[in-house]
């Protein structure tokens, strides 16, 4: 059985995966001395390692029911989120069951873009009430997530589902549309949401509150090309969230300049070995799910890697596989796990 699946999935991107785990791994290491958080990373990332094998060796039919069950429990608890969530920083995320913290939106990026990707397919096939449940779903889950506030999720959200439509090959009209919609979007975030209006503002202008990009920029040029060694770093005692939205930096300074381009060199390999496979197949559903999940992870790790480099407004976004975090760890596990299941060579399957 083993062999078989071996055989199976893209042997490559899966190892690629566990090298990226295994950075994470280190990194966790070297940011907290009491282990807690080690010990905490090292139990997601090999809960995380189990699923992705999990997944990929189950039926796509299997994983389209799976996914639709999570998106269903997503939107339970957001709604619970936004009648008694916990508030951190300004915004009602998390979900608390005991001692245990939830964050719903990560879990819904998967699940949403494998069941999104089956109405998609359903739609172009003629079916057009399946175009009108998947939009009203969209905007649905777009708006609880937007009502937490979490502009920088909802935009990772839209955009990876902009992507199934324009793959799935609908009008350019309804593109176009979506990209205002967006756009307005981030205009009402702006004037909204008053942590949204400050990091566009301190982005903006040189002159503000620049304390988090300058210290993750001078990590990087202290780090050099080799780095000061595991450990060995200070931004993780400067700032906040360290091990989740700065990781990169916390990379660049205690692995250097080289590791970090490795790191970027597998994210992209990842992602452009992924859409190579989508030539092997003809199915809509695969290749707009595909699609989408590949674009999720791509966009999410090109906004945490610019974040940290100050090229864009920080997002509080985690780096996928990297970052620490249990809600993170395991939606990336699902994801990677839906991707290695959807381009497996299985020949006879029934979707």
């Known amino acids: ?138 905007f649905i889950f777009a708006g609880l997530i937007i009502l937490q506030p979490d502009f920088g999720m909802t935009l990772l959200f839209s955009i990876s589902f902009f992507c199934q439509l324009f793959i799935a090959g609908l009008s350019i009209f309804l593109v176009v549309l979506a990209i205002i919609l967006l756009f307005l979007l981030s205009i009402f975030s702006y004037f909204r949401f008053e942590h949204v209006k400050k990091r566009i503002d301190n982005f903006i202008d040189p002159t503000g509150d620049t304390y988090q990009i300058d210290s993750s920029i001078n990590a990087f040029k202290s780090g050099g090309l080799l780095g000061k060694g595991p450990g060995q770093g200070v931004l993780k005692e400067k700032i906040p969230d360290a091990h989740t939205d700065f990781i990169f930096a916390v990379a660049g300074e205690e692995l250097g300049f080289i590791v970090c381009c490795i790191i970027v060199f597998i994210i992209l390999l990842i992602i452009i070995r992924t859409f190579i496979n989508l030539f092997k197949f003809e199915e809509p559903y695969k290749i707009i799910a595909i699609v989408g999940l590949t674009s999720c992870y791509g966009l999410q790790s090109l906004i945490n890697i610019f974040s940290s480099l100050g090229a864009i407004p920080t997002k509080g976004m985690t780096l996928p596989l990297i970052s620490y975090g249990g809600s993170s760890m395991i939606s990336s596990a699902i994801l990677f796990g839906f991707i290695l299941s959807l381009t497996r060579r299985v020949s006879d399957e029934k979707n």
């Not at 282990?35 to 809960?47: A, E, G, P, Q």
């Not at 990929?56 to 957001?78: D, N």
């Not at 949403?112 to 449940?133: C, D, E, N, T």
């Open 1 to 138: 059985m083993f062999n078989n699946w071996w055989k199976s999935i893209d042997r490559i991107n899966f190892l690629l995966i566990i090298f990226l785990i295994i950075v994470g791994i280190i990194l966790s290491f070297s940011i907290n001395d009491s282990f807690s958080l080690v010990n905490k990373h090292l139990l997601y990332s090999i809960t995380g390692l189990l699923i992705i094998i999990y997944l990929s060796t189950q039926k796509i039919k299997t994983l389209r029911r799976f996914a639709l069950v999570g998106v269903i429990t997503c939107f339970i608890i957001l709604i619970l989120i936004l009648l008694i969530g916990n508030e951190i920083k300004g915004s009602s995320r998390w979900f608390k069951i005991g001692a245990i913290s939830i964050q719903p939106s990560e879990f819904l990026k998967p699940f949403f873009l494998m069941v999104s990707a089956w109405f998609l397919s359903r739609g172009v096939q003629g079916h057009k009430i399946s175009m009108y449940l998947v939009f009203a779903a969209f």
